[in-house]
C-alpha cells in the first residue's frame, strides 16, 4: 500500500525558513516523479516543484531561487527547503509522486505551512 507522509510545516515570520519532508511508503519511490504542491485557501492546488528519477527538475515561477526540491534515495524521501517565505507562501503544502507509466497518482495528507508579515 502507497502511503506519502509529509512532515515540517509550521508558523513562521517573513524571510525565514522551513524545510519540509515527505516519506514514500509502498516501493514506488524509485520509480516516481516526486512533487510538492500547494493549495491556499479559496484556491486551486498550484504545483510548487517537481523533480523525475532522472533529476530533471521544474519550479513554479514564484518560487525560483528561494525553493529547492532534493531526494534522498535511501530513505524513500523527497525534501522541499523553504527559504526567504514570504506571506503569500501560506498554504497547506501537499505531496505527490507519479510512478512511471501512469500507475497511480498518489498524495500525502498535507501539511500547513503559514508565514507572518
Known amino acids: 500500500q502507497v502511503q506519502l507522509v509529509e512532515s515540517g510545516g509550521g508558523l513562521v515570520q517573513a524571510g525565514e525558513s522551513l524545510r519540509l519532508s515527505c516519506v514514500v511508503f509502498?516501493?514506488?519511490?524509485?520509480?516516481?516523479?516526486m512533487g510538492w504542491y500547494r493549495q491556499a485557501p479559496g484556491k486551486q492546488r498550484d504545483m510548487v516543484a517537481r523533480?523525475?528519477?532522472?533529476?530533471?527538475?521544474n519550479y513554479a515561477d514564484s518560487v525560483k531561487g528561494r525553493f529547492a526540491i532534493s531526494t534522498d534515495v535511501s530513505k524513500n524521501t523527497v525534501y522541499l527547503q523553504m527559504n526567504s517565505l514570504k506571506p503569500e507562501d501560506t498554504a497547506v503544502y501537499y505531496c505527490?509522486?507519479?510512478?512511471?507509466?501512469?500507475?497511480?497518482?498518489?498524495w500525502g495528507q498535507g501539511t500547513q505551512v503559514t508565514v507572518s508579515s
Open positions: 505527490n509522486a507519479q510512478p512511471l507509466g501512469g500507475t497511480g497518482n498518489y
Open positions: 509502498g516501493g514506488i519511490f524509485s520509480r516516481a516523479t
Open positions: 523533480i523525475t528519477r532522472g533529476g530533471s527538475i
